[in-house]
């Protein structure tokens, strides 16, 4: 059985602990989680009706007994149905309390890569298409006229070049 580290606030559970907490309104889940590296973290499920994919599954950062830093999540991930949503509060326990931070942040960092690079594809693709839209443009020209509709009036009629005519 872990032993309880002793802390300048008093006791504090065992690293890898997890605990449920009360839900607050508008909440799936709540658990507060002390990581496997020492480190304390609530990990709560909201449902914001407004979004497109309106369940948020967040770690936020508990330093002394409060919970601080709300904008400024360790992990955050978008659901759009409360199974999923579930299962990812449930695997973002997990993993706080078996492996800790580190492995969240990796995460974190490879899907900022991913987003960053899904951006740059996209951005090159829209590029791309616009330079082939506007190399068309360049390239369509209007239908030859037969000559014989062609002609350019002018004051002196004998300007008219009679090849045209």
Do not use: W
Request: aromatic content about 4%.
């Amino acid at each position: 059985m872990a032993q309880h580290r002793r802390t300048p606030q008093g006791d504090q559970p065992p690293c890898g602990s997890v605990r449920t907490c009360t839900t607050y309104r508008d909440e799936l889940a709540r658990h507060r989680v002390i990581t496997s590296d020492g480190y304390d973290y609530v990990v709560a499920t909201t449902f914001e009706r407004r979004e497109q994919q309106p369940y948020l599954t967040g770690a936020y950062p508990i330093i002394r007994g409060y919970l601080v830093m709300m904008r400024q999540p360790l992990f955050e991930v978008r659901s759009e149905n409360e199974t999923k949503a579930r299962e990812q509060h449930e695997q973002l326990v997990s993993v706080l309390a078996e492996a800790g931070i580190k492995v969240v942040r990796a995460r974190r960092t490879l899907a900022a890569r991913r987003m960053a690079e899904k951006r740059e594809a996209l951005a090159e693709a829209q590029h791309r298409a616009l330079n082939e839209a506007s190399h068309k443009v360049a390239v369509m020209r209007p239908r030859a006229v037969a000559p014989t509709m062609v002609a350019i009036r002018t004051r002196d009629e004998s300007n008219i070049d009679p090849a045209l005519i």
